[in-house]
């Protein structure tokens, strides 16, 4: 009989390259820019052409120091540019300068919330490459065509021992590192363009047992969902091989998001295959002691940290804290509100609430909302205060986004202010009690929650003016 999965565990490590944000490519002034014609941005030194030199991107290599100090790695005095050589039609020069046999950076991790809680994931090391060019697929009927526009943009591969053992915590853990990545402001992370790629090596062993199995690398994956279907869909098939007395071949398979099934693309490559030796054009990487302290000092508060300061500091729940610290641009935006109106849970309600409502209707996010973080906590005080009710408060902030000015002048302006005079507010109870002789009756008979109906009704009737918490009073008063 099959031991069956449960006996099985699962290793995975991963490689992140991540595209750096920066105006030039790595070694050559080429713009690295998405989506402009094919082969627009090329030059001899990206192709390699003899007699080109290449420079290295001073920008590139600050953001890179940036990144490897937000993974927590130790950042090396003299890193190494390396020729790693193999043949494609997309890669012009024969060979792709990277760093090997002494990178970057080493060490570090990332935590994140995993499966069993807070998981750690160790950071092997942090290099700096160029990427290759493009092979496009579906230009020309019956060939494929090569793009060098991506050749030489800078990029960071950031390579993690094998510590995750499930697809849904390689998922999260993605996910983590994304968002890391995105608050030190290193790269756009846009994995449709390429900004982020992932590969990931999985094997499998029996469970209780140390040393690894024959692993395989997983290519060709444009999205986190389809990371964790191709790790699902591996270790599966990983299993049954060797339950069925078979052996892993160590390969590069791609993953077919469509069909979801994976292929062979390749024999898997070791180190010396490449034949690394020293970029003889390029002298060593030297980074300075005072560069890594200021890129330090530079950092801004990482979003775990974040969310736990969020918890702390304004008593909001682990969830809000979560997706108020979702992106950098977001927390700011909220820190501003509740800071401004001094009503922390109730800036965390309308900035999660209407306030996201209305970014997602108009098209826009905290960097770009057309309603400041100054003007919604002054709403916010107006609510806080009784001057107008929630209901009216939402329309308010629409009036905002679409006309600017002050909510207070608004409100102001348009006689929106909340009433609680009783005689008004009994009179509105009245009629609507009087117009609803059936719902009055159900009420009586026991349906208690019908009291929303009434309120609702009461709120109609004031044009949204009515205060509600009396006109509840009012009206249970009324309905006895």
């Known amino acids: 009989m099959s031991p069956g999965p449960q006996a099985w565990e699962a290793v995975i490590g991963i490689e992140v390259h991540v595209q750096l944000r920066t105006a030039r490519k790595l070694f050559c002034g080429d713009l690295a820019v998405f989506g402009d014609e094919p082969n627009s941005h090329v ?99 019956g060939g494929t065509a090569v793009d060098l526009n991506r050749a030489g943009t800078p990029l ?75 790790i699902e869909v591996e270790i599966a098939r990983q299993i049954a091989v060797v339950e069925a007395g078979g052996r892993v071949e160590q390969q590069t398979l791609l993953w077919d998001d469509h069909r979801s099934v994976l292929r062979t693309m390749r024999s898997k490559e070791e180190s010396h295959d490449y034949r690394y030796f020293p970029d003889p054009d390029l002298p060593p990487l030297l980074v300075s002691q005072e560069v890594v302290v200021a890129a330090r000092a530079a950092l801004p508060e990482l979003p775990r940290a974040r969310r736990a300061r969020f918890e702390r500091d304004y008593a909001l729940s682990a969830y809000d804290a979560g997706v108020l610290t979702q992106s950098r641009a977001g927390a700011d935006y909220f820190e501003t509100v509740a800071e401004a109106s001094g009503k922390a849970k109730a800036a965390a309600n309308w900035v999660m609430g209407p306030a996201q409502a209305l970014m997602h209707e108009r098209g826009e996010d905290p960097t770009t909302f057309a309603v400041s973080a100054a003007a919604l906590a ?13 209901a009216v408060a939402k329309g308010v902030l629409s009036v905002v986004a679409a006309e600017g000015g002050s909510p207070r002048e608004i409100v102001r302006a348009r006689g929106l202010t909340q009433v609680r005079d009783d005689s008004q ?42 205060d509600p918490k009396r006109v509840s009073e009012l009206l249970r008063s009324a309905l006895a």
């Open 43 to 141: 030059c001899p030194v990206c192709l390699g052409l003899p007699g080109a030199l290449p420079t290295t991107n001073p920008e590139a290599v600050q953001l890179a120091v940036r990144t490897a100090l937000a993974l927590g790695c130790t950042v090396h005095e003299r890193a190494i540019w390396a020729r790693k050589n193999y043949f494609y039609p997309d890669l012009p020069k024969g060979y792709q300068i990277t760093q090997f046999e002494q990178p970057l950076a080493t060490g570090g991790l990332v935590a994140f919330d995993g499966a069993a809680g807070e998981a750690i994931v160790r950071i092997r090391r942090a290099h700096m490459e160029e990427d290759a060019g493009k092979s496009i697929h579906d230009r020309i009927a």
């Open 425 to 466: 507010l009994e009179a509105w109870v009245r009629a609507v009690v009087d117009e609803h002789p059936d719902e009055v009756a159900r009420y009586r008979g026991g349906e208690a929650k019908l009291v929303g109906f009434f309120v609702g009704q009461v709120m109609k009737r004031s044009g949204g003016k009515a």
């Open 156 to 230: 960071v591969e950031i390579v993690t021992e094998p510590d995750l053992r499930s697809a849904a915590d390689t998922r999260a853990f993605l996910t983590a590192l994304k968002q890391m990545l995105e608050y030190v402001d290193v790269s756009d992370c846009n994995m449709e363009e390429g900004s982020l790629r992932v590969d990931a090596n999985v094997s499998v062993r029996p469970r209780g047992v140390e040393e690894l199995g024959a692993k395989t690398e997983i290519k060709n994956v444009n999205s986190f969902s389809g990371v964790e279907k191709a």
């Open 378 to 390: 002054e709403l916010i005080g107006l609510v806080a205060d009784g001057t107008i009710s929630d």
